[in-house]
């Protein structure tokens, strides 16, 4: 039985995630803002009140958790502000930054005395963060702290591999939940693949890019 920490777990595909991880006999801690019903509903330990924005909040979660083994740290927590060249906002921009890329650093470095060697990582980014497959253009804020997500991950890759903890970036496909208005696969399927990945990820992997459907993304 692992033990896995999920941020953005009230709904979506941290949801999923959640409720994939409990029922395969893993024991499952749901961090996230504020609950919800379907979160309650699978009999998870849930911790709330984390925004992982702040470090106040994510200091009380590692506060929390003292002593406490992490064996997967699922980074997922995102939000999404569509824009284009004439509706760019930079103050959302900045928000996308705070929580899609200053996030998942910010909750694996204050919670890296949970994480020892064997440990995994891993970090929902997005495809859309790809420079190479940027055929279409908009969503500047998204596209970068996306990239920029990829490039912490990276990063956490060089400094956590050394004490045994692999690293990576997943793209879980166009997703039916509240960020994409219902339109892509369902979570369930999503959640499946990620879960398999997570499942194959090792140090010789880590640092790696990957689609939810188990091949390797380009930067
Ligand atoms: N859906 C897709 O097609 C797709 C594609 C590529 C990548 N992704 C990525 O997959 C991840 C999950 O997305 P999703 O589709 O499940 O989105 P979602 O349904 O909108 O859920 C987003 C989750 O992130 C949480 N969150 C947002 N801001 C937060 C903050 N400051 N602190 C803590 N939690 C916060 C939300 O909590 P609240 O309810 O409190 O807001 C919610 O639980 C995101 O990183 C997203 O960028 C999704």
Redesign the pocket.
């Known amino acids: 039985m692992l033990t896995i920490l999920i ?8 949801l999923e995630l959640c409720r994939q991880y409990h029922a395969r006999g893993d024991q499952v801690i749901a961090v ?3 609950g919800s019903d379907e979160l309650n509903s699978i009999g998870v330990r849930i911790i709330e009140e ?4 702040d470090d106040r909040s994510v200091s009380r979660l590692a506060e929390t958790l003292k002593n406490e083994s992490i064996d997967i740290l699922m980074n ?5 502000r569509s824009d284009s060249i004439d509706t760019v906002d930079f103050d959302d921009m900045l928000e996308q930054f ?3 890329t200053i ?1 998942p650093l910010r909750v694996t470095r204050t919670l890296s005395d949970n994480l020892k060697s064997g440990a995994k990582v891993g970090i ?5 963060g790809s420079i190479d497959d940027n055929g279409s253009g908009n969503n500047y804020g998204y596209r970068c702290s ?1 990239v920029a997500a990829n490039m912490v991950g990276r990063n956490l890759h060089h400094d956590l591999s050394k004490q045994g903890i692999a690293v990576t970036l997943l ?5 039916a ?4 208005g219902g339109r ?1 696969v369902s ?1 369930e399927k999503s959640a499946h693949g990620l879960i398999a990945r997570m499942d194959e990820l090792d140090l010789e992997s880590s640092g790696g890019f990957w689609h939810a459907e188990g091949y390797a993304l380009s930067w």
Do not use: F, W, Y
């Open positions: 941020t953005g777990c009230n709904r979506g595909i941290g996230c803002r504020s984390v925004d992982v924005t997922n927590a995102g939000i999404l705070q929580v899609n996030g929902v980014t997005s495809r859309v996306k793209h879980p496909g166009l997703v939940t509240d960020m994409t892509g979570p």
